[in-house]
């Protein structure tokens, strides 16, 4: 892969730079290529440097053309790539052309025939010029020629021009009266082999070698000589960073120091981090405040505004509570740096003067007197309004709420409130603020803390490894929600295909799962789906709707394992038994895996397996029960008795659901079971006793199946023990 090719070359001695520049052969020199744009946007900016670098490597790499280390560099104005040491034209090649075999290319007198001549026209030559290759398949006439390598400075204009139209751009634009197409208009295009500039013009803008420095520090073009000097030419006298994981991290380090000196602590946002480094060639942090009476405000909201609408890194005390300071990064080095911080404060305060006076209007309403507005907000057209959904998601809740120790009353009171913070302001004007706010609200209200605390677990966990609710209500509350979701919106028909999932059903069903396997909850899924089905009666019009949730529930938690490692075998071998629990599940899939280790463990597969088979096979009726009196050999007996034995020892360990403890004791079944098949023909030609052998199988098969169907566990065994005997 072309990340393999990237290097960070930080802190390498400008010495050892400029004897790069000297290229030390003459089939080698190191290229340089940038792109020079109008402000790129921040957020893509590292992805469409990742895009283009590896483009543009994977070109020299189909043009034959060896290279050396790779280093990418972004900034808002620009995309840029040095590749050392790389070839100056591709290596001269030896191409063989096959054409007819010798026995048809001359006749019986050695005399050549139209086959012979017309590949040798075709290869501009006579026949008396064409060799002869060997091979096991014959002899045949070949034509060799010596092609010569392109030089590099041919090549690259259309690899860099495949690489810019490769770029994952979702809408390109036009500048003045350019055809040209791309994110951002191009200003400047700077493309280096050694010294020599690469002749070309892409994107209407003609090959240099000039660069530009800092919009405001060195808006000048800056002459690059020599591709090694290009990063610390632009560091030292364009006044920009280059690079941009050498950016990131200086902006790291400023705000770390900057908060030091103010006495607090910046909780640094990866996302937010990347974005702002994506803003600035030249970073300058400003340390900015704003009135404590702001403080009033739920946290969540402050911080929201100064990350999502500033691009702001917001403090935090030594307690993790939230300072009335904030860190902003100048893309200028200004000698008055107290007027950009004027100007920000100045930004800002609108911004939280909103945000308290949405707090403060929606003190005036309690949330549950907001419960009847939510018959005016549809859910979906046959579901229902916002309120029917929470009047089935609290009985939902309740139900849960009895099963694993919570409050029914909190549960179904959580439930109904669940959604009104949908109605305030605040989450009008922040929608990421929807069950904070309600949390923030309910204990304005006077609500319990579970209360309050369910209100915001309501939406977790909001994605993929977020936290999981930990109340006993909050658990209730969301288990119900998403259940509820999941069944209404395939009872209607709906369920997601292919890449569409308007209503993030995949989403609802791996957070049910999560919760109930992360929690170890006893709760009977399909009872759970059956009690959703009833509550949404009569819109459910999809037969069986129960079922294909649970199977759709299913195909997520084998992802789940998928990504643990398990094997899809072992999970099939548990799931072939649909256990009634998430948490059973999990059990299951421990024993499973312990039994896979035991040395009984092959052998017993393939009985079982042996057994699925002749079973399968078998078109008479099974019968119920064994008759011991039908028996006629003392393997038969021996199984028998021990079937009873082991059936009898792990009926108390399956009502524990120590199914470990059940497949270990079943696995001393195994010398019984190969005796019984190494001395009796099932398919024995008295139908009594046929019936009664398969009786005898179908009873040892449902003592493994209490736990899971083994027959389907992939454990090496020979194709002659799979037939029915």
Known sequence: MADNFVRNEIGRPEAARRDRAMEGTSHCADLLFELGTEELPPVALKKLSDALTNAFVEGLQRANLSHGPIHAYATPRRLAIWVEACATAQPDREIERRGPSVQAAFDADGNPTKAAEGF??????????????TTDKGEWLVYKIQEQGKPTTELL?????ESLNRLPIPKRMRWGSSEAQFVRPVQWLLFLLGKDVVRCRLLDTDAGNLTHGHRFHHPQAIRIDSPAQYEETLRQQGKVIADFEQRREKIRQQVTQTADAIGGQAPIDEALLDEVTGLVEWPVPISAGFEERFLQVPHEALISTMKKNQKYFHLVDHQGQLMNHFITIANVDSPRPELIKEGNERVVRPRLSDAMFFWQQDGKQTLYSRIDSLKTVLFQQQLGSMYDKSVRVAALAGNIADRIGGDRAQAEKAAMLSRCDLMTEMVFE???MQGIMGRYQA?????TDEVAQALDEFYMPRFSGDTLPQTRTGIAISLAERLDTLVGIFGIGMKPTGDKDPFALRR???GVLRVMREHSLALNLKQLLEQAVELLKPAVTEANCSDQ???F??????????EQQIPVDLFEAVAATRPDSVADFDRRIGAVTTFKSLPAAEALAAANKRIHNILKKSEERIPTEVDPNLFDSPQEQTLFTEVQQKGEQVAPLMAEAAYEQ?????????EPVDQFFDHVMVMADDPAIRSNRLALLNRLNRLFLGVADISILQISYSDAQISGR
């Open 430 to 432: 922040f929608p990421e």
């Open 157 to 161: 204009p259309g690899i860099a021009e």
């Open 553 to 562: 529930m299913l195909e997520r938690l084998k992802g789940i394992y998928l």
């Open 662 to 670: 059940v497949l270990q004791t079943l696995a001393t079944l195994q």
């Open 120 to 133: 040798a026209r075709s290869c501009n030559t006579g026949v008396e010029q064409l060799e002869r290759l």
């Open 549 to 551: 949730v649970y199977a």
């Open 443 to 447: 204990k304005r209200d006077g609500e």
């Open 508 to 510: 609802a069903a791996l």
